[in-house]
């Protein structure tokens, strides 16, 4: 137990402070002297042992009658480790401008509001905290406290499992844990909100897996410099949050992990920048399984490395031309509107839905072929009225399709495409009837077949016999009242016949595909 006695004096002003709640400021005046980077050189007059703000917080003077008690302190050296694991800290905390020695230990402690603004610190180690007001740590930098028993990994600030009934306030603040995690916060519990914005930086992971964030996470602006062990550099995964806002400037040098996450309501990015990790080693985003309401990836550029979206449930998807890098990955992505940000020549609003062939073009991106997502657009346009747009993006599928068959089936394939369109295009066979029959007529009308029975029989009509010969069922009768003796023109007939048997052929199998995908 401390006795007032072996107090230094600025250690002194601090215990007479504490019962009401008075501030202490030991800062000089002179900027250059109360630069928060030079607290290593602050000497006895501006240094406070982290055992006093124990003491203190833990119940060491007592409160006085009209007061609140509270630790209020300005520009102090901390020295040796505040050390305030499992205790329950009646009192808030105010630190402001501080250089601490060693790193904090709030482990399973239960609090009041906790702030450490604009300071220095070597670590905080708050896993299991339960904070009943505002987590505080604006403009602070905290620095990695290595390894520990709970991290296999180096930590600047570890939240795993902590409870916070307001916000968590870290704008303007910078984490350094290169390599490591800035934050360790799975399964966090948030009542109020996560601010990471005004120049917030981290140097290292933040993950946030399975965390609970009803108030929203709020990264805008904000830089995720250097990718954790995994080459990530934001992780969601599997968390709940009612907005994650990463827009306006935000830079992630690794990849947005939302694999499972579930957004109630804006997800968006934009204005953002996804580099992706170092030399292409994952995806720019990984957002599978994913689900929210309005999802916004209008980009300030187009992402350095995949986007994956691989059974991610919107109900609004946002794209601009900046949106998609050259692989993304669609399969089972199910989206309820799109809407394309831009302007045309005139000013006027700019779709994918006025472009099947930047849509068709956006699907081919992924790799492989899958039918999925060319359903899913299909499916969209239709919704929307656009039915016309909706068959030429099924007749597009069916041509990808066509790349994975046999030889064979390709062939066959390309017949379907160039006849009718797979069915989804059946007015190029009224064409190609069209074509055929005056073929046939002016080829037949230069000269006259041999009757099968001389002077029986109907009169030769070379159009009503051209449409004869391309019937390949029942007939008109000339087809068998007259033939040709060889030359072209029988060879001709021939061809009509066999392209009879063809066109109708594929006229029944596109049209069956067609109403049967529909």
């Not at 402690?109 to 740590?137: F, H, K, Y």
């Not at 839905?353 to 073009?361: F, K, L, Y």
């Not at 066509?402 to 190029?428: E, F, K, M, N, Q």
Request: net charge negative; aromatic share 8%.
């Amino acid at each position: 137990m401390l006795s007032y006695e072996e107090l230094t004096p600025p250690e002194r002003a601090l215990w007479d402070a504490f019962p009401e709640g008075r501030r202490v400021d030991l800062r000089t005046g002179d900027p250059d002297d109360d630069r928060v980077a030079e607290g290593g050189r602050w000497g006895a007059e501006r240094t406070v042992r982290a055992a006093v703000l124990a003491a203190l917080l833990l119940g060491g003077n007592g409160t006085r009658p009209g007061a609140v008690a509270a630790l209020r302190l300005v520009g102090a050296r901390v020295s040796g480790q505040l050390d305030l694991a499992g205790a329950r800290i009646e009192h808030a905390l105010w630190l402001e401008d501080c250089w601490f020695e060693e790193p904090v230990n709030l482990l399973g402690a239960s609090s009041q509001t906790l702030v450490i603004t604009g300071s220095r610190v070597p670590g905080v180690e708050a896993d299991s905290v339960c904070v009943e007001g505002v987590l505080d740590l604006r403009r602070s930098s905290v620095e990695s406290f290595g390894h520990s028993p709970f991290h296999r990994v180096s930590t600047a600030l570890s939240l795993s499992d902590a409870r916070v009934t307001n916000g968590l306030l870290l704008d303007g603040a910078e984490l350094h844990a290169p390599g490591g995690c800035a934050v360790a916060a799975g399964g966090l519990v948030l009542e109020g909100g996560m601010f990471c914005q005004d120049g917030f930086v981290a140097h290292g992971e933040v993950r946030l897996p399975g965390a609970q964030l009803p108030g929203g996470l709020f990264l805008r602006g904000a830089r995720l410099a250097d990718p954790g062990p995994r080459g990530t550099v934001l992780a969601l995964d599997n968390a709940a949050a009612s907005t994650l806002d990463l827009s306006d400037g935000f830079v992630a040098n690794g990849t947005v992990r939302l694999r499972g996450a579930r957004i109630s309501g804006t997800l968006t990015f934009a204005g953002a920048v996804l580099n992706g990790p170092p030399g292409g080693a994952g995806p720019a985003l990984l957002g599978t399984l994913m689900q929210a309401v309005d999802f916004d990836l209008t980009l300030a550029r187009p992402p350095a490395a995949a986007v994956d979206l691989r059974g991610a449930q919107v109900s609004y998807l946002h794209d601009n031309e900046h949106s998609w890098p050259d692989v993304v990955e669609l399969d089972g992505f199910v989206y309820g509107s799109l809407k394309t940000a831009g302007t045309g020549a005139r000013g006027e609003a700019v779709g994918w839905r006025d472009s099947v062939a930047g849509r068709v073009a956006w699907i081919r991106r992924c790799p492989g072929y899958n039918p999925q997502p060319y359903e899913q657009l299909a499916s969209w346009y239709r919704k929307a009225g656009h039915d016309d747009e909706a068959r030429r993006v099924l007749l597009a599928k069916q041509r990808h399709r066509r790349r994975t068959l046999s030889p064979a089936a390709r062939a066959w394939g390309h017949l379907l495409d160039l006849t009718v369109g797979y069915g989804y295009r059946p007015w190029l066979a009224g064409v190609w009837l069209l074509a055929l029959t005056l073929l046939g007529t002016l080829s037949f009308s230069t000269h006259t077949p041999t009757p099968v029975q001389p002077g029986e029989g109907v009169p030769f009509q070379p159009f009503v016999y051209t449409l004869d010969l391309l019937m390949p069922i029942g007939g008109l009768g000339q087809r068998t009242a007259w033939y040709w003796e060889e030359g072209a023109l029988q060879w001709l007939a021939y061809l009509l016949i066999a392209f009879g048997w063809v066109l109708t052929t594929a006229v029944v199998a596109g049209v069956t595909r067609a109403l049967q995908k529909n």
